[in-house]
């Protein structure tokens, strides 16, 4: 599927939080949605993810128009994963799992054999099957974020909308978490991941898209977005980059550019 915002702009009391701002996803694409705090890359990911209205622009998936797509269709086709991974009731950790299943359920209709093993599969492949008695409440912040996962990922969603999920999370569970988008998107469906880490975008993303004050100001490969100039400008950082690390390119930030 191919997810497309055109000129899409978002004020809040007057100030522009996104500027004419075009982005495309298309099937496997992982794209990594980079920038400095307050860049605005929550509030496009909420804006593709159909939770925000923008005040001008469209969002397009497969050349319909998101707001002529039934809620249902939405709800199986589009994931998303909320920044700091909050969790509003104290459910059992299986219980929230399940609800990944809602778009699927007719009103009070109960999970089937094939709903019950999706949402197993979920919680096996993000390794918090160990976790399924537990109330999500009590769980640690990295262990919560990776229930919330396998939530999003027990909906099957073809695009998935993730908002920093590899922030609070040990490098193991960093990299098993880069490495389910990878295979999510290697099987055909498609990844936008807002990240501050940029040498996990670097190894595991397709393509960057740079947002600076609520513009692109750069997107492309890896190579392209990740330049020194491009992080002096619009991080404000000296940075060493390493082309030929085994992890693709790796940014050493080295000091900030004084202001
Ligand atoms: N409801 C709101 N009212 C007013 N300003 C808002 C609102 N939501 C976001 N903003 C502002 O919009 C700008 C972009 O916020 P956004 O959360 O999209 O940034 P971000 O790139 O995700 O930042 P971070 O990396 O810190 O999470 C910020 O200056 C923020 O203060």
């Known amino acids: 599927m191919k997810l497309q915002g055109n000129n899409l702009s978002l004020r809040f009391n007057g100030s522009d939080i996104l500027n004419n701002v075009d982005i495309t996803v298309d099937a496997g ?4 949605l980079i920038g400095p705090n307050g860049a605005g890359k929550t509030s496009l990911l909420r804006i593709l993810a159909n939770l925000q209205q923008p005040d001008s622009g469209t969002i397009r998936l497969d050349n319909n128009n998101l707001s002529s797509i039934n809620r249902k269709q ?3 086709t589009l994931g998303y994963l909320e920044q700091g991974a909050p969790a509003h009731w ?11 299943r809602l778009p699927y359920l007719s009103p009070w209709g109960q999970l089937s054999g094939k709903d019950k093993a999706i949402v197993d599969n979920a919680m096996a492949q993000a390794e918090v099957e160990h976790l399924s008695e537990r109330i999500i409440s009590t769980l640690s ?3 919560r974020l990776r229930v919330l996962i396998a939530r999003m990922f027990a909906t099957e ?19 098993h978490t880069m490495e389910l988008f990878r295979e999510h998107c290697d099987r055909g469906g498609s990844a936008v991941v807002v990240m501050h880490d940029l040498n996990m975008a670097a190894r595991f993303c397709d393509r960057l898209v740079l947002l600076n004050q609520g513009e692109v100001a750069c997107e492309g490969s890896v190579a392209t977005v990740l330049t020194e100039d491009n992080l002096a400008s619009v991080y404000g950082i000296y940075a060493q980059l390493d082309q030929q690390s085994t992890a693709g390119i790796t940014v050493i930030p080295t000091g900030r550019i004084p202001h």
Do not use: K, T
């Open 74 to 76: 939405l709800a199986q």
């Open 157 to 175: 969603p073809n695009i998935v909308l993730a908002d920093e999920p590899i922030a609070a999370l040990d490098p193991y569970h960093q990299l």
């Open 90 to 100: 104290p459910l059992q950790v299986r219980r929230l799992v399940e609800l990944g």
């Open 29 to 32: 694409d992982f794209v990594g």
């Open 141 to 143: 912040g990295g262990e």
